[in-house]
């Protein structure tokens, strides 16, 4: 679904208008689709001397039938990079050495991805060296054409195996949209259990999607039943049609629900209890706008905006962790937004309650790792739904081309970076903020 300017790129005349005015092209994405192979070509696998994730990233890549060179080829679908071996400034040269000769021979919508230790377990000029790699993946990410992507993904020691989800799905055309992002794995926990079939990893297990009825939710909810899990769609009453229509389509169940409601959450306990037993994965997708600038917000406007985007996930969190409603190993994952991140005009209630999203990730972190569990939000940017379609035509511009993909996501962008978390691949994932924004300038 390539927005009006992005078709007209594609046409004789704006092949001829583009490049002679200097405007924007953005590239085609390459998105996922059941059965592609992980990678369209082979993977270039360097690392600096003493690095400690070489080994176990080569088996991982061949495992996933990703063809893994040692030296370079004429075209790459990913340059793969162990810097882990860095442990001072000085070592920092051989991220030039590796990636000098062969960035420009990345494909289209390939991948860059360069895998550290998170500068907070390191120390003295190991750490200064690690947090370098941040200020080079981003500007990678800045450089690379064609709808290739960079991220920088931090292992920590011990967590070598459990980074495998990770890796899967950033080399893979289902992280399309996110683009110079700083992931960390085994913080908290350090291992994560291969699933028995990568393409089905949610097979038995129950997910609740918030606000499911269309937009975001719905490509949420198709994504994890995809992903195996039977999905309870909630929604508001309003919004029934279209949500049973959603639940049928995908063969999950529909449930209408205001979760501002007080009883909300004691309801939504029961119904998952009686009818499913639990709930393994929680999503707080609903949420709502109310855009006026400050002077001009009332109280009403603020309080309805709080109220769905965060006060009702909390309470939602506290009666199912505290009732243990959510199964061991279970997840939650947050909705933020880059708005939440960067501020916005008009926008004080909805990027107050976005940014408290990220507080309640940080807040349940290591309780969900007690819990044996994970918590993780994204923040989406821009991305092509009827919310962002009503927004001024030069606003909406601005949102699509003032990023390094010069385009909006789709709901499924940010559908499947949800899915990634969900995974039980993905237990050594957790506490993480994933911007789904194509590397949006806003906030960066
Ligand atoms: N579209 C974007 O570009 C964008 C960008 C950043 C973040 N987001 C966030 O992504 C999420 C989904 O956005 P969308 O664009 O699909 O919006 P949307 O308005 O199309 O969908 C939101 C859904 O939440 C439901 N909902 C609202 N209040 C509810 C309540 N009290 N109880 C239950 N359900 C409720 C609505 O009925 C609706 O179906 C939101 O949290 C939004 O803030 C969207």
């Known amino acids: 679904m390539a927005d009006r300017y992005q078709q ?15 405007l924007p092209n953005p590239a085609t994405l390459r998105r996922y689709r059941p059965g592609q192979p992980a990678l369209e070509g082979p993977a ?12 176990t990233v080569r088996a991982q890549l061949t495992g996933a039938g990703i063809e893994v060179l040692s030296a370079p080829a004429d075209r790459h679908a990913a340059l793969v990079f162990d810097a882990t071996g860095i442990t001072d400034p000085a070592g920092l040269r051989e991220v030039y050495r590796f990636f000098h000769p062969v960035i420009r021979k990345v494909g289209a919508s390939g991948r860059v991805v360069v895998l550290g230790t998170p500068p907070e377990l390191a120390e003295g000029r190991e750490r200064i060296a690690q947090r370098a790699l941040e200020g080079f993946v981003r500007s990678v990410g800045k450089e690379l054409k064609r709808g290739a992507t960079a991220q920088l993904v931090y292992v920590a020691e011990g967590a070598e195996e459990a980074a495998e989800s990770t890796l899967r799905f950033l080399l893979s055309a289902k992280s399309a949209f996110v683009d110079g992002q700083v992931i960390r794995v085994g913080t908290h926990v350090k291992t994560a259990p291969a699933p028995e079939n990568w393409d089905k990893p949610l097979d038995g297990k129950v997910a609740l999607v918030t606000g499911a009825s269309r937009g975001i939710g719905e490509a949420i909810a198709e994504t994890l039943a995809r992903d195996g899990a039977h999905v309870v769609a909630l929604d508001i009453p309003a919004q029934g049609g279209d949500l049973s229509t959603v639940a049928n389509r995908i063969g999950g169940s529909a449930l209408q629900l205001d979760i501002t409601a007080a009883d909300a959450p004691a309801k939504l306990a029961e119904y998952l209890v009686e009818r499913h037993g639990g709930v393994d994965v929680v999503v707080h997708n609903a949420g709502i706008t109310r855009d006026k600038t400050l002077g001009n917000l009332t109280e009403s406007g603020w309080d309805a905006v709080l109220a769905v985007n965060l006060s009702a996930q909390l309470a939602v969190n506290d009666k199912l962790l505290g009732d243990q409603v959510l199964r061991e190993n279970g997840r939650i994952i947050g909705v933020s937004s880059i708005a939440g991140i960067a501020g916005n005009v008009g926008q004080t209630n909805y990027a107050t309650s976005k940014a408290g999203v990220i507080g309640m990730v940080n807040v349940g972190t290591p309780q969900l790792a007690e819990y044996g569990g994970t918590i993780n939000a994204v923040a989406p940017g821009f991305i092509e739904t009827k919310m962002t379609a009503a927004v001024p035509l030069f606003i909406r511009e601005a949102g699509r081309r003032l990023s390094s993909l010069g385009q909006g996501g789709l709901p499924v962008d940010v559908a499947e970076t949800i899915a990634w978390y969900a995974s039980p691949a993905s237990a050594a994932v957790n506490g993480n903020l994933v911007r789904v924004c194509g590397q949006a300038l806003l906030g960066a």
């Not at 007209?8 to 200097?22: E, M, N, Q, R, S």
């Not at 270039?44 to 080994?55: Q, S, T, V």
């Open 8 to 22: 007209f790129t594609k046409t004789p005349l704006g092949k001829f208008v583009v490049p002679k005015l200097g």
């Open 44 to 55: 270039l696998l360097g690392a600096a001397p003493g690095g400690r994730l070489e080994k």
